[in-house]
């Protein structure tokens, strides 16, 4: 009597849920700003503006058909050296509103939405020693996508590959 054999198959096919992009759009905020820096007392202004950072933080979304309306705030934090030759910092926030025509885009669906500043740019002036005025334009990359079921092929065995190496 032979023994019975069970073999199980190289490959199988498995579902899987994965991120689907639906598209991508970069949007522009153009706006301007005129901030006081805080100064203990004691210290006449700003001597030298060291650097100026940008990052996006409080962002909402909202979704309509092939278009989201995008609100948020960006953090500015000035870096600036006083009249006393001390180094301090200074945070600003900048909310803003804009709109991002992605096709495709659908208040129905299960969305996964990533915001990406991919640009800030500033123009500014010291209009006393202690109001900083400026222009900034800033620029987001929105990427949506959504959750889809997809037959995925796998291997079923643990063996990758090796090699064996003879003198």
């Known amino acids: 009597m032979g023994t019975k054999r069970t ?29 006081q820096v805080d100064l203990p007392a004691g210290v006449q202004g700003i001597q030298e503006i060291i650097a100026i950072d940008f990052e996006l933080i409080n ?7 092939d278009k989201i309306v995008k609100q948020g705030t960006i953090r500015k934090r000035v870096q600036f050296c006083d009249t006393n030759g001390v180094n301090r910092c200074e945070f600003f926030d900048i909310p803003f509103t804009t709109t ?40 987001i990359k929105i990427t949506v996508s959504t ?4 037959r995925l092929r796998i291997c079923n065995t643990n063996i990758i590959s090796y090699n064996i190496i003879t003198n």
């Open 7 to 35: 073999y199980t198959p190289l490959f199988s096919c498995e579902n899987f849920k994965v991120l689907k992009v639906i598209g991508e759009e970069v949007v522009q905020v153009v706006t301007s700003s005129v901030d």
């Open 100 to 139: 991002a025509e992605i096709t495709g885009v659908d208040p129905e669906l299960e969305l996964e939405i990533q915001n990406e500043l991919v640009l800030a740019e500033t123009d500014f002036n010291l209009i006393d020693p202690q109001t900083i005025e400026e222009q900034l334009v800033f620029e």
């Open 59 to 65: 962002v909402t979304d909202r979704i309509f058909t």
């Open 147 to 150: 959750w889809t079921q997809q």
